[in-house]
């Protein structure tokens, strides 16, 4: 099975801190997204990768960057924490038959 | 008008109830649609895939898809406290480059009382 792996389940920031989120998969993709999840906004897609080094803008990219220097791992860059980036993200990678998540980190921003 | 509606619920049913799920989109170019099942705290994960008009059978879930209709639909048979979950569909036009990206509805929060 493919497995994506999250670093962290749970974390607390200040405001203004820099923040990275990393994700690892196991399975060789070349497709990685990082979504945000909110109460009845749903998924929301930040930035994705298609290819190492290769990164497309999202949904809702402002105040976030990402980072794909090794196939295997995409980094979501918060480049100064704010409260309203308080959410629930979530890493995915992509085969050609859909998403396989990770289980997400719960962000805190106070 | 949104790419992908879906009611949100929440969906309330007793066990062994026949459950019936549902998304329309405006977009003709989805090929591809997708049902993700997401437990409280934890990431989706997918439930059923399928390309072509017409229904796909695993176990108790059916999903269905009417391409002329803008409309699919996953049905939960004999449901079990263990399928109370939220589920979401998902959708993409096919493959390569920016194609990838996936189109999701906001999710169905589904409780199934014992």
């Known amino acids: 099975d493919v497995k994506v792996t999250q670093s962290s389940r749970y974390l607390v920031k200040r405001t203004g801190e820099k923040v990275f989120l990393e994700c690892v998969q196991d399975?060789?993709?070349?497709?990685m997204f990082w979504y945000r999840q909110d109460p009845g906004l749903g998924l929301r897609l930040i930035y994705f990768?298609?290819?190492?080094?290769?990164?497309e803008k999202g949904d809702i990219p402002e105040g976030y960057s990402v980072s794909r220097e090794k196939k295997e791992r995409f980094s979501l860059i918060l480049e100064s924490a704010s409260t309203n980036q308080t959410s629930m993200y979530l890493c995915?990678?992509?085969?050609?038959?859909?998403?396989?998540f990770g289980s997400g980190t719960r962000l805190t921003v106070v | 008008q949104k790419e992908v509606e879906q009611d949100p619920g929440p969906l309330s049913v007793p066990e062994g109830a026949i459950v019936s799920l549902n998304c329309t989109y405006s977009?003709?170019?989805?090929?591809?649609f997708m049902w993700y099942r997401q437990y409280s705290r934890k990431g989706p994960e997918l439930l059923m895939y399928t390309y072509s008009s017409g229904n796909k059978e695993d176990g108790r879930f059916t999903a269905q898809v009417d391409k002329s209709s803008k409309y699919i639909s996953l049905f939960i048979r004999d449901s079990q406290p263990s399928d109370s979950a939220t589920y979401l569909c998902?959708?993409?036009?096919?493959?390569?480059?920016?194609?990838?990206?996936?189109?999701f509805g906001k999710g169905t929060l589904l409780t199934v009382n014992p």
């Open positions: 995915a990678s992509r085969d050609r038959f859909g998403y396989t």
């Open positions: 990768s298609y290819d190492v080094k290769m990164k």
């Open positions: 977009n003709s170019a989805f090929q591809y």
């Open positions: 399975m060789d993709h070349e497709n």
């Open positions: 998902a959708m993409t036009v096919g493959s390569g480059g920016s194609n990838y990206k996936l189109t």
